[in-house]
């Protein structure tokens, strides 16, 4: 796919992130296609690296198969990518074809045709720029709001909680026998009660 495209696009430069048992064979692609110079593989990188390379980027792709929502999609959007999934996956009703992205079968030639088609200008690309942004801002609105509800109904159950176990412990709690009571007062763990009785017993001796 990429040799085809790279004859019509001579500037192209493919960044291939992440690791896997495919590597040997992908650079073995790149080494007989005489690619080298333009096709560079990142290896595992950090999330800054990622996002950093995304920012220099114009076109993300990931056509995987059996794939959920990957956040990767949300970050490419908003970083200003073209950002491209697969029909029919997790990503599928995020991205709205030709709206703020596109969705494409994972087989080479319709990738292949869909990239011609943003390099001749078929599409608007600063409108599909412009609303994937937004789908990402409202998609981090939403996750925002659903912590702050969740948070708020945790905070409620350790209340609940709380109260729950004073009450229990209220029930439970056995009255004090006069040596639990002398000890704190020799002790001086309450020592108003001590000062109390004591100018009560000076008041009863005066009288």
């Known amino acids: 796919m990429f040799a085809n495209l790279i004859k019509r696009y001579p500037d192209l430069k493919l960044n291939i992130v992440g690791a896997g048992p495919e590597r040997e064979r992908l650079d073995e692609i790149v ?24 920012n220099k980027s114009y076109i993300f792709i990931l056509p995987s198969v059996a794939e959920g929502f990957g956040i ?12 491209i999934g697969t029909k029919n996956e997790g990503i599928d009703g995020f991205i709205i074809n030709g709206k703020n992205g596109f969705l494409v079968n994972p087989e080479e030639k319709e990738i292949t045709k869909l990239i011609e088609e943003i390099y001749e200008n078929k599409y608007d690309i600063e409108g599909i720029r412009k609303n994937a942004y937004k789908a990402v801002e409202n998609l981090t609105k939403i996750f925002l709001n659903n912590e702050k509800l969740k948070q708020a109904k945790e905070l409620e159950e350790f209340k609940q909680a709380a109260k729950l176990q004073q009450i229990n412990m209220s029930m439970t709690r056995t009255p004090m026998t006069r040596e639990e009571v002398m000890k704190l007062l020799d002790d001086d763990i309450i020592p108003e009660i001590r000062t109390v009785t004591t100018e009560k017993k000076k008041k009863e001796e005066n009288e």
């Open 31 to 54: 080494k007989t296609l005489k690619l080298e110079d333009s096709v560079s593989f990142k290896g595992q990188i950090t999330n800054q690296e990622v996002l950093d390379l995304m």
């Open 72 to 83: 990767v999609y949300a970050e490419a959007m908003k970083a200003g990518c073209i950002t």
